[in-house]
T-cell receptor
């Protein structure tokens, strides 16, 4: 299995520009999560999807942030317009639907991240 | 509500000596507990997980953790540290059967340094 794939790995952009981050989850996983990691705030959950439907976007910081999941194998996180304070590493993660009869847990598998720098 | 507290932000050990990274949790539900590791400039990797089977859980790279309900702890240990263990470690809690959410609640992380 290729694992969770994110692109680009690094993005440098100027303030005010639109930024789109991409994620391909592990095939067969039902959940997809977007996180942001900074030194100041640690790891923050931004939004997550179940079967392509957004379930909880309470962590999305502002209306400048939006996320979509048009199908089971692709998701995007868009920032428009970008600001220097958006500089962070953005992670995508995916997980299977847990099954009570098998005691499966909710472990998430993380992608390598996209390091975003907004100047 | 669930929460997790990592008691040490930094731990430094010498190569070949034991590692102990401490974690306490709070959960209204019967929890699942995880440890993740993040090497510099890398994503997070699952080390091990507890989901109500054996209370002593073995993970990758020689790490293990013991679930102690009476102490609400899930400390991570390794008998002998290796230089490659230098990384940041996150303790994570989640309600096992989801309820209204299957979010993971991350601790603030413990940075492990291994001295030669």
């Amino acid at each position: 299995d290729a694992g969770v794939i994110q692109s680009p790995r690094h993005e440098v952009t100027e303030m005010g520009q639109e930024v789109t981050l991409r994620c391909k989850p592990i095939s067969g996983h039902d959940y997809l999560f977007w996180y942001r990691q900074t030194m100041m705030r640690g790891l923050e959950l931004l939004i997550y999807f179940n079967n392509n439907v957004p379930i909880d976007d309470s962590g999305m910081p502002e209306d400048r942030f939006s996320a979509k999941m048009p199908n089971a194998s692709f998701s995007t996180l868009k920032i428009q317009p970008s600001e220097p304070r958006d500089s962070a590493v953005y992670f995508c993660a995916s997980s299977k639907q847990p099954r009570m009869d098998r005691g499966n847990s909710y472990e998430q598998y993380f992608g390598p991240g996209t390091r975003l720098t907004v100047t | 509500a669930q929460s997790v507290t990592q008691l040490d932000s930094h731990v430094s050990v010498s190569e070949g000596t034991p590692v102990l990274l401490r974690c306490n949790y709070s959960s209204s539900y019967s929890p699942s507990l995880f440890w993740y590791v993040q090497h510099p400039n890398k994503g997070l990797q699952l080390l091990l997980k507890y989901t109500s089977a054996a209370t002593l859980v073995k993970g990758i790279n020689g790490f293990e953790a013991e679930f102690k309900k009476s102490e609400t702890s899930f400390h991570l240990t390794k008998p002998s540290a290796h230089m490659s263990d230098a990384a940041e470690y996150f303790c994570v809690v989640s309600p096992r059967w989801g309820g209204a959410t299957n979010k993971l609640i991350f601790g603030t992380g413990t940075l492990l340094a291994v001295q030669p």
